[in-house]
């Protein structure tokens, strides 16, 4: 028998510390719902759920940044629709100054509220903005290099009697005849920065089509890329230069308007909208959890020199006519920004949803890993907290047994 060292005692004070300390570590999880408090719980747990955490939080952050988007989108979209709102009052007002029936106070006080408009047009687009950044001055745009000219394009004509160039032989896309003879007029309107220009000539056996852009030299007329069709392309580029509300009236010797000649020659549609040189303006969204997971935003300029309605004119009959096309093209840019905007939104909508889900599905993924059992932990609690009295009552047992000695020196 042996009094210095109690081997029992020692050994069951061992498995007592062991079945202490699994009694802690449950205690832990069970009160942090966590399976994993440090890494020496699970190291490669811990860094696969931490791993995980950045990218939770980093969906959650992209999913209200796609938000903040669309609030910026409907703030832009929200002006236009006013702008557009404006543009038709500006046409309604054009057509009811073209009509002779008018007299000049009547189309001057026309001209009065088409002035208010166009500045109200310039304010929207210079005070609309989103967290102080301005939407609709043109500084969101996407970069131009260089400035750009403004082309018209009209594509009712024969391809085949464009070559030719002679306005007498012009004949429409059916190959029927235009009939413009000598001794017809052609009137030539258009805008540019506002400045309504006309310019009238007789025809004559020779007269082509080039010769119908004006001395000044504001734009060139000639046979476009696509077949049958002519390009009216500006001389200066940017909005300072643009053509717009370009209209050729064919008159006979009499002055009676030639329809089918007036309407071919006339149909011209904006196809590249002038611009200004610029650097890269356009909004970046961060829609992803990661580096370079991105939706730019572009929103062109939208002020009435950039619609190609400045200072418009309508105190004739002329103007308004030419006034007319003019926001005509103004109204198509305008929807097609609005459309832009739109479809973005749209699809920022899908984004949230999905980065919404992949959140959802990710913390599920995070949650096995990081959380505890609370089940299957109560359980080991329990085995713990009954083996760590059974090692405090076997250790009682344990320190009694040296007293055995004391017998023998009695």
């Known amino acids: 028998m042996r009094i210095n060292h109690n081997i029992s005692a020692m050994n069951t004070h061992r498995m007592m510390g062991v079945n202490q300390g699994e009694t802690s570590k449950s205690l832990e999880k069970l009160s942090s719902g966590l399976r994993i408090n440090r890494a020496g719980d699970d190291a490669a747990g811990l860094a696969i759920s931490e791993k995980m955490r950045g990218q939770i939080r980093g969906l959650g952050q992209a999913s209200r940044n796609s938000q903040d988007g669309i609030s910026l989108i409907q703030t832009a979209e929200g002006a236009l629709n006013e702008t557009q709102s404006i543009l038709q009052r500006v046409r309604e007002l054009a057509v009811q100054s073209g009509n002779d029936t008018n007299t000049a106070q009547d189309r001057s006080n026309i001209q009065s509220e088409v002035g208010q408009l166009g500045q109200e047009i310039d304010r929207i687009a210079t005070t609309t903005e989103f967290n102080t950044k301005k939407l609709l001055d043109g500084t969101m745009g996407a970069a131009v290099?260089?400035?750009v000219a403004n082309v018209n394009t009209n594509t009712s004509l024969a391809a085949a009697t464009i070559t030719t160039t002679v306005l007498s032989t012009l004949a429409d896309a059916n190959n029927n005849s235009l009939?413009?003879?000598?001794?017809?007029?052609?009137?030539?309107?258009?805008?540019?920065?506002?400045?309504?220009?006309?310019?009238?000539?007789?025809?004559?056996?020779?007269?082509?089509?080039?010769?119908?852009?004006?001395?000044?030299?504001?734009?060139?007329?000639?046979?476009?890329?696509?077949?049958?069709?002519?390009?009216?392309?500006?001389?200066?580029?940017?909005?300072?230069?643009?053509?717009?509300?370009?209209?050729?009236?064919?008159?006979?010797?009499?002055?009676?308007?030639?329809?089918?000649?007036?309407?071919?020659?006339?149909?011209?549609?904006?196809?590249?909208?002038?611009?200004?040189?610029?650097?890269?303006?356009?909004?970046?969204?961060?829609?992803?959890?990661?580096?370079?997971?991105?939706?730019?935003?572009?929103i062109s300029q939208m002020d009435s020199s950039a619609l190609g309605v400045a200072n418009l004119q309508v105190g004739t009959q002329s103007q308004a006519s030419s006034a007319v096309k003019a926001v005509d093209t103004a109204l198509q840019l305008v929807s097609s920004q609005r459309a832009n905007l739109g479809a973005i939104q749209n699809r920022l909508e899908h984004t949230i949803s999905n980065l919404d889900t992949s959140n959802e599905?990710?913390?599920?993924?995070?949650?096995?890993?990081?959380?505890?059992?609370?089940?299957?932990?109560?359980?080991?609690?329990?085995?713990?907290?009954?083996?760590?009295?059974?090692?405090?009552?076997?250790?009682?047992?344990?320190?009694?047994?040296?007293?055995?000695?004391?017998?023998?020196?009695?």
């Not at 476009?224 to 008159?251: D, E, N, R």
């Open 179 to 298: 009939g413009i003879i000598s001794g017809d007029t052609v009137t030539v309107s258009y805008s540019i920065n506002g400045n309504f220009k006309t310019a009238t000539q007789t025809v004559t056996a020779v007269t082509v089509i080039s010769s119908l852009a004006p001395a000044a030299a504001d734009f060139s007329i000639s046979a476009g890329a696509a077949a049958g069709s002519l390009a009216v392309t500006a001389s200066t580029a940017g909005f300072a230069g643009a053509v717009t509300g370009l209209t050729i009236t064919v008159k006979d010797a009499t002055g009676n308007v030639k329809t089918a000649a007036t309407n071919a020659l006339s149909g011209f549609s904006q196809t590249t909208q002038a611009a200004n040189a610029q650097t890269d303006g356009s909004a970046t969204f961060q829609i992803g959890a990661n580096a370079n997971q991105t939706l730019r935003l572009s």
């Open 361 to 410: 599905n990710l913390q599920a993924s995070e949650s096995r890993i990081r959380d505890v059992d609370m089940a299957k932990e109560m359980m080991q609690f329990t085995k713990s907290n009954i083996l760590t009295q059974a090692s405090q009552a076997m250790l009682a047992q344990a320190n009694q047994q040296p007293q055995g000695v004391l017998s023998l020196l009695r």
């Open 145 to 147: 290099n260089a400035s």
